[in-house]
C-alpha cells in the first residue's frame, strides 16, 4: 500500500511537500514516482527515482522546481515543490514499479498506486 500526503491550497510561488509511505512490499527493491492529473487530463508523470543510485528524472515542466528523494529506511518517498504555479493544480499520486533501472513514464506499467493528495495553487 502506499498512502500519500501534505496536499492542500497554496498561493502562487508558495511551496508544499508531499509525502508517501510505504507498506506491504519491499520498497528499497522499487522504483518510485509522483504523477499528476488535473481534471480532463491524462495522468501525467512529474518525477522518478530507481530503487538504485541515480539522479531523479523531472519532464521539462517542473525540472528546477521540484525535488524528489527518499528514505529507504523509512520506506517514504518525498516531494518538495517550489515555485508552485497555478497549472500545478492537479491530484497528486505516488506509485511504486519493480526497480529493473528502466525510466517508466506510462501508468499503465506501475504496481502499486496511493490514494492521491490535491494540490491547489490559487491566489
Known amino acids: 500500500q502506499l498512502q500519500a500526503s501534505g496536499g492542500g491550497v497554496v498561493q502562487p510561488g508558495g511551496s508544499l511537500r508531499l509525502s508517501c509511505v510505504a507498506s506491504?512490499?519491499?520498497?528499497?527493491?522499487?522504483?518510485m514516482s509522483w504523477f499528476r492529473q488535473a481534471p480532463g487530463k491524462e495522468r501525467e508523470l512529474i518525477s522518478h527515482?530507481?530503487?538504485?543510485?541515480?539522479?531523479?528524472y523531472y519532464p521539462d515542466s517542473v525540472r528546477g522546481r521540484f525535488a524528489l528523494s527518499r528514505d529507504n529506511a523509512k520506506n517514504t518517498l518525498y516531494l518538495q515543490m517550489n515555485d508552485l504555479k497555478p497549472e500545478d493544480t492537479a491530484s497528486y499520486y505516488c506509485?511504486?514499479?519493480?526497480?529493473?533501472?528502466?525510466?517508466?513514464?506510462?501508468?499503465?506499467?506501475?504496481?502499486?498506486w496511493g490514494q492521491g493528495t490535491q494540490v491547489t495553487v490559487s491566489s
Open positions: 506509485a511504486a514499479v519493480v526497480g529493473d533501472g528502466l525510466l517508466h513514464l506510462t501508468p499503465d506499467e506501475y504496481d502499486y
Open positions: 506491504g512490499f519491499r520498497y528499497s527493491s522499487f522504483a
Open positions: 527515482i530507481w530503487s538504485i543510485n541515480g539522479s531523479p
